[in-house]
């Protein structure tokens, strides 16, 4: 069975796009052409163009017509698993601690709340075979009643963890990756003995309203972690 008429649009301007006949900057056929040559309604062509300018290949000028977009080349999408990643996995988790703190100034700030408000801290230890990988921290904002089963803690990601108060899909996640010296409660944690610099993922996690929910702070052995990123329009290219 064919595509349907909008999609066969949308797939013959994308080959034409990627194939370097349409540039960037390039106009697109105009509406009543597209119409004539795929025999389809003005809808159709419409409801094809919507879905390539939803897709980042073109936009709209009112009043001038379509054209091919300039591709970003600074957005990449980055892949991050907090046990699992390119050279290495995490088959067993130790949770150390959890508390309810009252907040530092770093978290009310990053959570939102007042400076009386209480604050659930959890910390674990992440291995594999055996060794010390990463130092975990996540801090949640608690509320009365708010259950804690260490069991679930214990091994549950970050969205895991908060998905008990709010819907997996509604929740917006922010990464801020960096590189940093342990302290030596780190160090002694990790089983770091020489100058190994870690590398520090903070993820911040918000709700539908863009409220934050949660912020976690992993510290990986950097020998034993590797991320991975990757940016192309070529992935865009199948519709059900």
């Known amino acids: 069975m064919g595509l349907p008429i909008y999609l066969q649009i949308v797939e013959d301007i994308k080959e034409k796009i990627n194939s370097g ?28 163009l919507a879905i390539l300018a939803g897709e980042g290949y073109i936009y709209s000028i009112p009043g001038k017509g379509n054209f091919v977009k300039e591709p970003d080349s ?29 907040p530092t100034s770093k978290l009310i700030e990053a959570l939102q709340i007042t400076k009386n408000k209480k604050v659930i801290m959890i910390r674990r230890l992440f291995y594999t075979d055996g060794e010390p990988v990463a130092y975990d921290l ?46 030596e409660e780190i160090r002694r944690h990790l089983n770091i003995y020489n100058e190994l610099p870690l590398m520090v993922v903070e993820q911040k996690l918000y709700d539908i309203e863009d409220k934050p929910i949660g912020l976690g702070i992993t510290y990986f052995r950097s020998d034993y972690c590797k991320l ?13």
Not at 74 to 100: A, G, R
Not at 142 to 160: C, L, N, Q, S
Not at 170 to 182: D, F, G, R, T, V
Not at 228 to 240: G, I, L, N, P, V
Request: glycine letters at 2%.
């Open 228 to 240: 991975y990123a990757q940016a192309s329009f070529r992935d865009k290219t199948s519709h059900e």
């Open 21 to 48: 006949e349409l540039k960037p900057g390039d106009a697109l056929y105009s509406e009543n052409t597209l119409c004539k040559t795929y025999n389809a309604s003005r809808m159709t062509v419409r409801k094809g």
């Open 138 to 183: 996540k801090y949640l904002p608690y509320y009365k009643g708010m259950p804690i089963v260490e069991k679930e803690i214990r091994y549950a990601t970050f969205p895991e963890i908060v998905s008990k108060k709010t819907s997996l899909f509604a929740i917006k996640k922010e990464l801020i990756i960096s590189a940093q010296m342990p302290d």
């Open 74 to 102: 600074t957005t990449y999408t980055l892949y991050y698993d907090e046990k699992n990643n390119l050279i290495n996995s995490v088959d067993k988790t130790k949770l150390l601690e959890v508390n309810i703190i009252m």
